[in-house]
C-alpha cells in the first residue's frame, strides 16, 4: 500500500498541486441566508396572503431603489443610526442601503409632489444588526408595508391599518396575538407631567421601549443611571408605564389629574378614544390592547403607533417559539414627509410593516415539527410514455399543453420507463400523468393517470386541456 500511495503522490506532484488556488469558505454573509425551494414556497404562501389583503383594501404598489444618498437617510431612525450600512464612494455619491421602506416612501413623495396615496412595497431592507437568525432577525429581510398618505379625518385612516394587522395575522394562523396601542403625544405628555427634560424625551422614549423585554428594575436603572434622569421622576413614569387596557383605561386617563392637564396627552387620549370607536365597529377590540409602555424606537412617529405581538404558545413546541415577539408595527408619522420638502409642506401618513422573517420563521418551525410535505412546484401533468421511441410524441404533446397554459413537465430521456415516470410524480406531487402509447395514438385519445387513487381514464385528445384544468382546480 506505501508503495502505491508513494506512486500516486508523485503523479499528483507531477500534475500540480492545489497550491495555486485561493482556499475560499463558502458561506453566505453574517446576517443573511438561502432559500432553497421549499423554504420559497413556505415563503410565497405568506406574501400572496400578504399582497392580496392590500390588495383588497385598495392600495396601489410602488418600489424605490435598495440604496440611498446617504444624506436622505442620515437623521430619521435616533439611536437606530449606527445600524445603517453605508457604501463605499463609487463615483461621486455617498450612498447606504436602505434601513426601512419608509423614509424612501417619503422621500418619493417629496420628490414627486404627492400628497395622496395609499401604496404597498415589499422589498429588501438592511441593518447592520447583531443577527438573532433562529428569531428570524437578519441584516438583509423582507419588509411588507402598507402605508396611506393624505389629509383625512381622524384616526380612519389609522383604524384601517389595524384592521389590516387583524386580517393578516388571523389569516396566517400564527396562533393567539394582541395589538399594542399608543400615542407619542400621550407617551411625550406624560414625560412632561412626569418631570423629563425635553432634551431627553427620545432618549428615555428608547428605555420604556425595552420594557417587553426586560423588567421595570433595569429600565429604571438606565434611566436614572445611564440616562441621567431623576429618580423621582422615572417612578412617576413608572406609574404609568405599567398600565394597560381598552377604553376604560382611555377614560380613566383622560380624568387623570395631571395628564387631562396636558395639551399633547389630552389630544392623544381623545384620538385614542376615536380609535377605539371605529375599531369597536370593526369588531376587533378583543386583541386590541391600550399599552402605554409601547414606544416604538424611531424617531419619526408622531402620533399612534402599534405594534402586534405573537403570545407564547401553548404547545410542544414552546422552546422554539419562545420569545418571538413582535410580527407588525407602524404608526403615524406626519413631520417625515415635510422633512425632505424644499418648502416644508407637510404630507400626514400612517402606515403598518408586516415582519415577513419572524412570521416565516414560525411557519418553517411548525412544518419542521408537523414533517407536512410540501410542494415546491405547481406541475399539474407529467407527459410520459409507456414504450420507447416515443419522444417526438411527448414533444408534441407537452408543447400542446403549454401553449395552452397548462403545467407540465415531462422527463429529460428519450425512453425513461413508465415506473421511473410514475415514481417521479410521487416524489414531486404532481397529481396527473398523461401517458402517450401506440395504442392511444390510434384511438387519438391520452391515457389520464391519477396519481393518488392510480385510476386511469382515456380522455379525447381534444378534451385534455379541459379534463386537466377541472380536476387541478383549486377548490
Given at each position: 500500500?506505501?508503495?502505491?500511495?508513494?506512486?500516486?503522490?508523485?503523479?499528483?506532484?507531477?500534475?500540480?498541486?492545489?497550491?495555486?488556488?485561493?482556499?475560499?469558505?463558502?458561506?453566505t454573509?453574517?446576517?443573511?441566508?438561502?432559500?432553497?425551494?421549499?423554504?420559497?414556497?413556505?415563503?410565497?404562501?405568506?406574501?400572496?396572503?400578504?399582497?392580496?389583503?392590500?390588495?383588497?383594501?385598495?392600495?396601489?404598489?410602488?418600489?424605490?431603489?435598495?440604496?440611498?444618498?446617504?444624506?436622505?437617510?442620515?437623521?430619521?431612525?435616533?439611536?437606530?443610526?449606527?445600524?445603517?450600512?453605508?457604501?463605499?464612494d463609487?463615483?461621486?455619491?455617498?450612498?447606504?442601503?436602505?434601513?426601512?421602506?419608509?423614509?424612501?416612501?417619503?422621500?418619493?413623495?417629496?420628490?414627486?409632489?404627492?400628497?395622496?396615496?395609499?401604496?404597498?412595497?415589499?422589498?429588501?431592507?438592511?441593518?447592520?444588526?447583531?443577527?438573532?437568525?433562529?428569531?428570524?432577525?437578519?441584516?438583509?429581510?423582507?419588509?411588507c408595508?402598507?402605508?396611506?398618505?393624505?389629509?383625512?379625518?381622524?384616526?380612519?385612516?389609522?383604524?384601517?391599518?389595524?384592521?389590516?394587522?387583524?386580517?393578516?395575522?388571523?389569516?396566517?394562523?400564527?396562533?393567539?396575538?394582541?395589538?399594542?396601542?399608543?400615542?407619542?403625544?400621550?407617551?411625550?405628555?406624560?414625560?412632561a407631567?412626569?418631570?423629563?427634560?425635553?432634551?431627553?424625551?427620545?432618549?428615555?422614549?428608547?428605555?420604556?421601549?425595552?420594557?417587553?423585554?426586560?423588567?421595570?428594575?433595569?429600565?429604571?436603572?438606565?434611566?436614572?443611571?445611564?440616562?441621567?434622569?431623576?429618580?423621582?421622576?422615572?417612578?412617576?413614569?413608572?406609574e404609568?408605564?405599567?398600565?394597560?387596557?381598552?377604553?376604560?383605561?382611555?377614560?380613566?386617563?383622560?380624568?387623570?389629574?395631571?395628564?387631562?392637564?396636558?395639551?399633547?396627552?389630552?389630544e392623544?387620549?381623545?384620538?385614542?378614544?376615536?380609535?377605539?370607536?371605529?375599531?369597536?365597529?370593526?369588531?376587533?377590540?378583543?386583541?386590541?390592547?391600550?399599552?402605554?409602555?409601547?414606544a416604538?424606537?424611531?424617531?419619526?412617529y408622531?402620533?399612534?403607533?402599534?405594534?402586534?405581538?405573537?403570545?407564547?404558545?401553548?404547545?410542544?413546541?414552546?422552546?422554539?417559539?419562545?420569545?418571538?415577539?413582535?410580527?407588525?408595527g407602524?404608526?403615524?408619522?406626519?413631520?417625515?414627509?415635510?422633512?425632505?420638502?424644499?418648502?416644508?409642506?407637510?404630507v400626514?401618513?400612517?402606515?403598518?410593516?408586516?415582519?415577513?422573517?419572524?412570521?416565516?420563521?414560525?411557519?418553517?418551525?411548525?412544518?419542521?415539527?408537523t414533517?407536512?410535505?410540501?410542494?415546491?412546484?405547481?406541475t399539474?401533468?407529467?407527459?410520459?410514455?409507456?414504450?420507447?421511441?416515443?419522444?417526438?410524441?411527448?414533444?408534441?404533446?407537452?408543447?400542446?399543453?403549454?401553449?395552452?397554459?397548462?403545467?407540465?413537465?415531462?422527463?429529460?430521456?428519450?425512453?425513461?420507463?413508465?415506473?421511473?415516470?410514475?415514481?417521479?410524480?410521487?416524489?414531486?406531487?404532481?397529481?396527473?400523468?398523461?401517458i402517450?402509447g401506440?395504442?392511444?395514438?390510434?384511438?387519438?385519445?391520452?391515457?389520464?393517470?391519477?396519481?393518488?387513487?392510480?385510476?386511469?381514464?382515456?380522455?379525447?385528445?381534444?378534451?385534455?386541456?379541459?379534463?386537466?384544468?377541472?380536476?387541478?382546480?383549486?377548490?
Open positions: 500500500i506505501a508503495k502505491e500511495v508513494a506512486k500516486l503522490l508523485e503523479m499528483k506532484a507531477q500534475l500540480g498541486g492545489d497550491e495555486g488556488k485561493p482556499k475560499f469558505v463558502l458561506k454573509p453574517k446576517g443573511t441566508r438561502d432559500y432553497g425551494p421549499k423554504q420559497m414556497a413556505i415563503r410565497e404562501r405568506v406574501f400572496n396572503a400578504i399582497i392580496s389583503c392590500f390588495k383588497r383594501h385598495g392600495a396601489e404598489v410602488i418600489d424605490t431603489p435598495v440604496f440611498e444618498l446617504k444624506e436622505t437617510l442620515t437623521g430619521k431612525y435616533g439611536e437606530d443610526s449606527k445600524l445603517i450600512y453605508d457604501l463605499k463609487q463615483g461621486g455619491e455617498l450612498l447606504s442601503l436602505r434601513y426601512d421602506l419608509t423614509v424612501p416612501f417619503a422621500r418619493y413623495l417629496a420628490m414627486n409632489k404627492i400628497t395622496n396615496i395609499k401604496r404597498y412595497h415589499i422589498a429588501k431592507v438592511y441593518r447592520r444588526d447583531n443577527p438573532a437568525m433562529t428569531r428570524g432577525r437578519y441584516r438583509e429581510f423582507y419588509q408595508d402598507f402605508d396611506i398618505a393624505g389629509q383625512f379625518d381622524p384616526m380612519i385612516p389609522d383604524a384601517e391599518c389595524l384592521k389590516i394587522v387583524h386580517e393578516i395575522l388571523t389569516e396566517l394562523q400564527l396562533g393567539d396575538f394582541v395589538i399594542k396601542v399608543n400615542d407619542r403625544r400621550i407617551l411625550d405628555g406624560m414625560f407631567v412626569c418631570g423629563v427634560p425635553d432634551n431627553k424625551f427620545r432618549t428615555i422614549c428608547s428605555s420604556v421601549d425595552k420594557l417587553d423585554k426586560v423588567p421595570w428594575e433595569e429600565v429604571r436603572s438606565e434611566m436614572v443611571g445611564e440616562k441621567g434622569l431623576s429618580p423621582e421622576a422615572a417612578d412617576r413614569i413608572g404609568y408605564v405599567q398600565l394597560h387596557g381598552g377604553l376604560e383605561l382611555i377614560e380613566q386617563l383622560l380624568q387623570d389629574p395631571k395628564l387631562s392637564q396636558n395639551k399633547l396627552a389630552k392623544g387620549l381623545g384620538d385614542m378614544k376615536l380609535l377605539f370607536e371605529y375599531l369597536t365597529l370593526f369588531g376587533i377590540t378583543g386583541k386590541i390592547s391600550f399599552d402605554l409602555s409601547l416604538r424606537g424611531l424617531d419619526y408622531t402620533g399612534v403607533i402599534f405594534e402586534a405581538v405573537l403570545l407564547q404558545q401553548q404547545n410542544e413546541h414552546v422552546d422554539e417559539l419562545l420569545g418571538v415577539g413582535s410580527v407588525a407602524g404608526g403615524r408619522y406626519d413631520g417625515l414627509v415635510g422633512m425632505f420638502d424644499p418648502k416644508g409642506r407637510k400626514p401618513c400612517v402606515g403598518v410593516s408586516i415582519g415577513i422573517e419572524r412570521i416565516f420563521s414560525i411557519l418553517e418551525q411548525r412544518l419542521e415539527a414533517e407536512e410535505k410540501i410542494r415546491t412546484t405547481e399539474q401533468v407529467l407527459v410520459a410514455s409507456a414504450q420507447k421511441k416515443l419522444l417526438e410524441e411527448r414533444l408534441k404533446l407537452i408543447s400542446e399543453l403549454w401553449d395552452a397554459g397548462i403545467k407540465a413537465e415531462m422527463l429529460y430521456k428519450k425512453n425513461p420507463k413508465l415506473l421511473n415516470q410514475l415514481q417521479y410524480c410521487e416524489d414531486t406531487g404532481i397529481p396527473l400523468v398523461a402517450v401506440e395504442q392511444e395514438l390510434k384511438d387519438g385519445v391520452v391515457k389520464l393517470r391519477i396519481v393518488a387513487s392510480r385510476e386511469e381514464v382515456n380522455i379525447c385528445r381534444e378534451n385534455l386541456v379541459e379534463e386537466i384544468r377541472t380536476r387541478t382546480s383549486q377548490p
